[in-house]
C-alpha cells in the first residue's frame, strides 16, 4: 500500500524568503506520480505542482519547485520568496500506476504561515 | 479558465437523511471522483468513476454511498442515510487524459450531520 508521511505540522516563514516543505512516499510501484496541492483557509484544493517517478529533471512551477530525492523517496515542496498569499494548509500526494484514471493518496498536510 | 463547481456550498442535514452532493465537472473530462475532508484532518479518497461506472472505491464507500452521472454534466455522490460521522467537506475532482496528472478539485461542500 502506498504512504504519504508530512512531519512537519506547521512552518513559519518570513515574507520574501524561501521555505522548503517535506514530504516522503512509499510505494513499491516503479511508476508513480507526486502532487502538492495547495488548500487556503478558504477550503478548495489548488494544484500547484507534479512529478512523474521517470521525470529526470525537478519540476518548477513559477515560485514553486520540487526537490525529487528518488533514492530517498522524498518530494519536498520549495516555495521561493515567500508572499503573505502563500499562507495555507499545503498537503503532498501520491498516485500510484499508470494510464490516466488514478486515486490520489494524501499526507496530512502541512500548515504555513507567512510572516510579514 | 474552466473550473469544477460544486453545490450547495454548505448542507446540513439530520442523522439518518439522504443527502446529494453535485458537481459539475471540466466539461471534457472523462474522470471523475470523491474525496473527502473530515475537519483538521487529511483528504481521503472515496470513488473514482468512468465510463459510466464506478473503476475502483475506498472501504470508506460502503453501501450507503452512491455515485451518478445523470446527464452530461453532473456528476453526484448520494448517502443513503446519514451518520454523525459523515460530517466532512466532500471534495469533487475531475481530470481529462491530457495532462493526464492535473486533476482539478471544486470548492467542496460542508456536510454537517446533527
Known amino acids: 500500500a502506498q504512504k504519504i508521511t508530512q512531519t512537519q505540522p506547521g512552518m513559519f516563514v518570513q515574507e520574501k524568503e524561501a521555505v522548503t516543505l517535506d514530504c516522503t512516499y512509499d510505494?513499491?510501484?516503479?511508476?508513480?506520480?507526486l502532487f502538492w496541492y495547495k488548500q487556503p483557509s478558504s477550503g478548495e484544493m489548488i494544484f500547484l505542482i507534479y512529478?512523474?517517478?521517470?521525470?529526470?529533471q525537478n519540476a518548477t512551477e513559477g515560485r514553486y519547485s520540487l526537490n525529487f530525492q528518488k533514492a530517498r523517496k522524498s518530494a519536498n515542496l520549495v516555495i521561493s520568496a515567500s508572499q503573505l498569499g502563500d499562507s495555507a494548509m499545503y498537503f503532498c500526494?501520491?498516485?500510484?500506476?499508470?494510464?490516466?484514471?488514478?486515486?490520489?493518496?494524501f499526507g496530512k498536510g502541512t500548515l504555513l504561515t507567512v510572516n510579514p | 479558465e474552466p473550473e469544477v463547481t460544486q453545490t450547495p456550498s454548505h448542507q446540513v442535514t439530520q442523522m439518518g437523511q439522504e443527502v446529494i452532493l453535485r458537481c459539475v465537472p471540466i466539461?471534457?473530462?472523462?474522470?471523475f471522483y470523491w474525496y473527502r475532508q473530515i475537519l483538521g484532518q487529511k483528504v481521503e479518497f472515496l470513488v473514482s468513476?468512468?465510463?459510466?461506472?464506478?473503476?475502483?472505491k475506498s472501504e470508506i464507500f460502503d453501501d450507503q454511498f452512491s455515485v451518478e452521472r445523470p446527464d452530461g454534466s453532473n456528476f453526484t455522490l448520494k448517502i443513503r442515510s446519514t451518520k454523525l460521522e459523515d460530517s466532512a467537506m466532500y471534495f469533487c475532482?475531475?481530470?481529462?487524459?491530457?495532462?493526464?496528472?492535473?486533476?482539478?478539485f471544486g470548492p467542496g461542500t460542508r456536510l454537517t450531520v446533527t
Open positions: 475532482a475531475s481530470s481529462s487524459v491530457i495532462p493526464y496528472y492535473e486533476q482539478y
Open positions: 510505494t513499491s510501484d516503479p511508476s508513480y506520480g
Open positions: 512529478q512523474g517517478s521517470y521525470d529526470q
Open positions: 500526494a501520491m498516485r500510484v500506476g499508470g494510464g490516466s484514471n488514478y486515486k490520489l493518496t
Open positions: 466539461s471534457n473530462h472523462l474522470y
Open positions: 468513476f468512468y465510463n459510466n461506472e464506478i473503476s475502483e
